[in-house]
């Protein structure tokens, strides 16, 4: 969906190195998520943020951080990236109109990362 | 959290119809049901939600029996394009969503 994207699209790092992945909206959502999923499995749940002032811990959020800097953005971190970070990375959003878990969630293309 | 089990796979044939069933044998009262269809390298897009009966929209039909204990989600008339993998999630109020590894739909000529 065009209206939240992720950058980078792709990103080679090395093992111990800081990545930030970055995500940005214009749905004008006040929910947004950071997902993982790894090859052939569903996706899991990193983070999650209500609003700009709410963050919560996901299925998995060892190794990784988030930071939400404004209603439209929500970058996830990965302070010292690790092999088994290798991945492919999904923002998303939802509105705060309805129950959270029924609320539509909108994602973005992508992150693919590459940990050496 | 209603744990979902939905076939790991499907083979179709395109112009048929395909239904995919998903169990959640214990669903809470309040938990509704939601598909969504991922395409490789491609986000989850929903598709549609239920809390009971049928719904249906311009891309899909949903049946869910009395017990909500089961739910099939109905793809008519099948295209190429609809090789995906299809995710069953169950959930309510604030509990977050749990995708699982859904199951992959091949629509073969």
């Known amino acids: 969906d065009a209206d939240v994207t992720q950058t980078p699209r792709n990103r080679i790092t090395k093992t111990g190195k800081r990545i930030m992945l970055e995500c940005s909206q214009t749905?004008?959502?006040?929910?947004m998520y950071w997902y993982r999923q790894d090859p052939g499995l569903g996706l899991q749940l990193i983070y999650y943020?209500?609003?700009?002032?709410?963050?919560n811990k996901g299925e998995i959020s060892d190794g990784y951080s988030v930071s939400r800097q404004a209603q439209a953005k929500f970058s996830l971190s990965l302070e010292s990236a690790i092999p088994n970070q290798t991945a492919l990375y999904f923002c998303?959003?939802?509105?705060?109109?309805?129950?959270?878990?029924?609320?539509?969630?909108?994602f973005g293309p992508g992150t693919r990362l590459t940990v050496l | 959290l209603a744990k979902t089990t939905q076939p790991i796979s499907m083979d179709s044939y395109e112009g048929q119809e395909v239904n995919i069933t998903c169990s959640h044998n214990?669903?809470?009262?309040?938990?509704?049901i939601t598909w969504y269809q991922q395409f490789p390298s491609q986000g989850p897009r929903f598709i549609i939600q239920?809390?009971?009966t049928k719904v249906t929209n311009e891309v899909a039909s949903l049946f869910i029996p009395a017990d909500r204990k089961s739910s099939t989600l109905s793809l008519p008339r099948v295209s190429l394009s609809d090789t995906a993998v299809y995710y069953c999630?169950?959930?309510?109020?604030?509990?977050?969503?749990?995708f699982g590894k859904g199951t992959m739909l091949l629509v073969s000529p």
């Open positions: 999630l169950v959930g309510s109020g604030y509990s977050t969503l749990t």
């Open positions: 943020s209500f609003d700009v002032k709410d963050i």
């Open positions: 214990n669903i809470a009262t309040n938990d509704y």
């Open positions: 749905k004008g959502h006040d929910r």
């Open positions: 239920g809390y009971k």
């Open positions: 998303a959003t939802s509105g705060s109109g309805g129950h959270f878990s029924t609320d539509t969630q909108y």
